[in-house]
């Protein structure tokens, strides 16, 4: 299937051609250099089809109480978490403030917030060279199966690359058949590796207790 696309770099503001390119398993066919920032796919509205504008683009600070909502549809689907809003909305905005170490792109339909892909940048000693952490992952579930968040996950993996990050890797939930066959269809392998973590004793004033904002 063709989609329109328009591109634009993500560094400059030089214009870049970027006519009618095929999608190839929900990836676009595209030059190293160039970043897709918006693209229009087709959404099967459950009144009729038409065509709606995808933009996808960094997260601010306006998106928050949207990226609070997408977690909390995120960690319905993961066993290991609970949501929280105000230790969400305390997480985004430390995020969103040092965006030299953490990148959040979101997925905007209609000019609605509707999914999201947090980066975070780590050193490997593997590599010998700065690698990523892919987290919060997510797309609004009944906007699920439409190819949008193989556009997002498309945009922040060109994004990582273009910082120079050797490698990207990520967390699933190993019973979430759905998301392991998302991500082997976007060229994503399993490791040996396994997870393990450990909590640290709370001390002072915790995320929970943050106030959110009016």
Not at 24 to 38: E, Q
């Amino acid at each position: 299937m063709v989609y329109p696309f328009r591109c634009e770099p993500l560094k400059d503001n030089r214009a870049v051609a970027c006519k009618n390119q095929k999608l190839r398993s929900g990836r676009c066919v595209r030059g190293r250099k160039t970043a897709h920032l918006a693209c229009f796919v087709h959404i099967l509205s459950a009144k009729d089809m038409k065509t709606i504008p995808l933009v996808i683009r960094k997260a601010r600070s306006s998106d928050l109480s949207a990226l609070t909502e997408l977690l909390a549809e995120l960690f319905e689907i993961e066993q290991d978490f609970v949501a929280n809003p105000r230790r969400q909305r305390y997480g985004l905005k430390l995020i969103l403030s040092a965006p030299e170490e953490w990148q959040v792109f979101v997925a905007e339909v209609g000019g609605r917030v509707v999914g999201m892909c947090s980066i975070h940048r780590l050193i490997s000693t593997a590599e010998g060279a700065e690698s990523a952490l892919i987290e919060d992952m997510v797309v609004q579930h009944d906007l699920r199966g439409r190819g949008i968040g193989c556009k997002l996950l498309a945009i922040a993996e060109e994004w990582a690359f273009a910082q120079g990050l050797r490698r990207m890797q990520l967390l699933a939930d190993r019973d979430n058949k759905k998301a392991l066959a998302f991500y082997r269809r976007n060229g994503w392998r399993r490791t040996r590796l396994i997870c393990l973590r450990k909590t640290g004793p709370q001390r002072g004033k915790q995320p929970s207790d943050q106030p959110t904002d009016p």
